[in-house]
């Protein structure tokens, strides 16, 4: 069990690193600074509730279903609100996020890549819902800010003729690109940059390197086959544009 006295200096080092990120905000004069430091602060809050939850439900499967489902809604209503809020666009975020996500679990489960159980669910799925959301944002706002960016050359094409599908084109298969970078960056300097935390944890928990290797490069494959997937149905269903959308902010 975790004592007070141990969490001391973790704490310690979570204080001083989020004055350091709102000292260099500060001194460069950027916009919203606080930002970064109630993210840090939310997500303590929101991993200390996390932590107890699971040490009760996580061998359960309906527990472990139900908190799948609400990791899902957090995420499809944060990514609804940064591509600007509407119906339309929380069903087109939940509906490809989805189907990403359960193309990429079925997969995984269906092959024996991983052995289903509650425990591995719960891990796969957490990360492939996390790195959606983020895939899900980057390519409709990517998407949305090059239309207006560039309205005039898309309403050119529009008077000439063109579908407000071919207008968008060229835009709509750059944004999906640009928001599968930094999930395509991850997975090819993974050993060399940096060490996933997934394969981490999995040798911190005693397994070995070769069998923590297995479930890395599994989880990375899942979220580059979720992604493309929600990239893709997001910026299909943006793509027909017949008046200059909003920027989102």
């Known amino acids: 069990m975790t ?10 080092g ?8 709102l000292a260099v905000l500060t001194s460069t004069g950027a916009p919203e600074r606080f ?8 997500g303590a ?11 009760g439900v996580i061998r359960d499967p309906r ?7 609400v990791m899902f809604g957090v995420a499809t209503i944060t990514a609804t609100r940064r591509l600007g809020w509407s ?6 975020v939940a509906g490809a996020m989805a189907a990403g996500i ?11 890549s991983i052995v289903f159980s509650a425990r591995y669910a719960l891990a796969i799925g957490g990360i492939v819902i996390g790195n959606s959301m983020s895939i899900a944002t980057l390519a409709g706002r990517r998407f949305l800010q090059s239309v207006d960016e560039q309205w005039d050359q898309v309403e050119s094409w529009l008077a000439l003729g063109a579908t407000p599908r071919d207008s968008t084109r060229e835009l709509a298969r750059r944004a999906v690109h640009l ?20 394969f981490v944890g999995a040798i911190f928990g005693g397994v070995s390197p070769l069998e923590a290797g297995r479930f890395q490069i599994v989880v990375l494959a899942s979220i580059m086959g979720a992604g493309a997937i929600t990239a893709a149905m997001v910026v299909g269903v943006l793509a027909p544009v017949r008046t200059r959308p909003a920027t989102p902010r």
């Open 63 to 69: 527990w472990v279903a139900a908190a799948l489902l």
């Open 102 to 112: 359960v193309v990429a679990l079925v997969v995984v489960f269906a092959t024996g």
């Open 179 to 198: 928001a599968l970078i930094p999930s395509t960056d991850q997975t090819k300097t993974t050993g060399l940059v940096t060490l996933p935390g997934a």
């Open 87 to 92: 119906r339309r666009h929380l069903l087109l």
């Open 35 to 42: 930002g970064p430091l109630l993210a840090i602060l939310r």
């Open 14 to 21: 979570v204080a001083v690193l989020a004055l350091v990120t």
């Open 3 to 12: 004592t007070l006295a141990a969490l001391l200096p973790t704490l310690l």
């Open 45 to 55: 809050a929101q991993l200390a509730v996390i932590s107890l939850i699971l040490t």
